[in-house]
């Protein structure tokens, strides 16, 4: 049996090593998922890296991240 997995796209977000507030930033990244599966949506759906780029740029500016966009199968 064959299965066709379909691809998606990930955010991979990382930190500098000992970033005091590290902890605090991650609280308000998975807020924005959390946010976003109020509505039944998940991080597979299609649009989400559209849907949220603006608010992890966002959050980018205030704890000082880098963040790629990978895409997985």
Not at 26 to 54: C, H, M
Request: hydrophobic fraction near 35%.
């Amino acid at each position: 049996m064959k299965v066709r997995l379909p691809k998606h796209r990930e955010f991979l977000i990382k930190f500098e090593d000992g970033y005091a507030q590290e902890k605090e930033a991650w609280a308000e990244l998975e807020q924005i998922v959390k946010d976003y599966s109020v509505d039944g949506r998940s991080i597979y759906t299609p649009t989400f890296i559209e849907d949220n780029e603006p608010k992890v740029k966002a959050l980018q500016d205030k704890y000082e991240f880098t963040y790629e966009i990978i895409e997985k199968q």
